[in-house]
């Protein structure tokens, strides 16, 4: 079992910044893959951002350019840096690791884009 805890959710602006940070409670150093996911009102989840083996990044078209994903093995810790936040981002943020066996989600964290 893997507990993952999700932070700096929020309310801002259009074209403010947030930074969510996702703790995992073993290392994160050989994982299969890491990364955040989100899930706005009646839509599905989808990627937003992550890691893959061997540190490759993958990230959604419409996040490219003002997202960015980071880690710190250190501190088994994800972050995603979001930049130019737009209504649209608007949705629970969710982390999601992935081992070779399985996969774990945290709680979410909801991130409000609004004027």
């Known amino acids: 079992q893997v507990q993952l805890v999700e932070s700096g959710g929020g309310l801002v602006q259009p074209g403010g910044s947030l930074r969510l940070s996702c703790a995992a409670s073993?290392?994160?150093?050989?994982?299969?893959?890491m990364g955040w996911y989100r899930q706005a009102p009646g839509k599905e989840r989808e990627l937003v951002a992550r890691?893959?083996?061997?540190?490759?990044?993958n990230y959604a078209d419409s996040v490219k350019g003002r997202f960015a994903i980071s880690r710190d093995d250190a501190k088994n810790t994800v972050y995603l840096q979001m930049n130019s936040l737009k209504v649209e981002d608007t949705a629970v943020y969710y982390c999601?690791?992935?081992?070779?066996?399985?996969?774990?989600w945290g709680q979410g964290t909801q991130v409000t884009v609004s004027s």
């Open positions: 890691f893959t083996r061997g540190g490759s990044t």
């Open positions: 073993r290392s994160i150093f050989s994982i299969t893959a």
């Open positions: 999601n690791i992935v081992l070779p066996s399985s996969s774990f």
